[in-house]
């Protein structure tokens, strides 16, 4: 997939405001190599996903030594949207708490005492995080009016074919 294509996609109103949400779901192939896939907070900063993480994570080893990642964003809704992205995950150890773990956590319905609170454990309890970046290589947007699923395209293309044989 191309870059322009890529952007075209994740620029469509949908895909930002799917960008805009607290949750992703990361897949990755773990040490064992069998899949896993994990929900994680993200914040879009409008080229790269940007999800952190403890320093002693499971999916780190998993992702020094394989960093291949797939992304799901979606809505809970009928009919869903649904923004599916490719990419690498880059890892980034940083000292103390990444703005963007602060940011991604800051539309939970918290009063701003309890965001005081939230945020004085975290520092506590974090002497560093690592920033796992994911800058998209493919990305597909499903929002079952304008999109459908690959598979599900086809059978429409088939079923098109058949009623006008």
């Not at 780190?60 to 990419?87: F, Q």
């Not at 690592?130 to 290589?137: G, H, S």
Request: aromatic letters at 6%; hydrophobic letters at 40%.
């Amino acid at each position: 997939m191309q870059p322009n294509e890529i952007t075209e996609i994740l620029n469509r109103p949908i895909s930002q405001e799917l960008l805009a949400r607290d949750l992703t779901r990361l897949a990755y192939v773990a040490k064992d190599g069998t899949p896993r896939s994990v929900p994680i907070g993200f914040t879009w900063n409008g080229s790269q996903i940007v999800m952190c993480t403890t320093k002693n994570a499971p999916k780190l080893p998993a992702l020094r030594h394989n960093p291949a990642v797939a992304l799901t964003i979606d809505t809970e809704v009928h009919p869903p949207k649904i923004l599916l992205i490719r990419g690498r995950a880059e890892l980034d150890v940083v000292d103390g708490i990444p703005e963007e773990y602060l940011q991604m956590n800051g539309s939970y319905e918290m009063t701003a005492e309890q965001r005081v609170e939230w945020e004085a454990e975290v520092r506590s309890l974090y002497d560093g995080m690592v920033r796992i970046v994911v800058t998209p290589t493919w990305a597909k947007l499903i929002d079952f009016e304008t999109t459908l699923p690959s598979a599900v395209e086809e059978l429409v293309r088939q079923r098109a074919e058949r009623l006008h044989a």
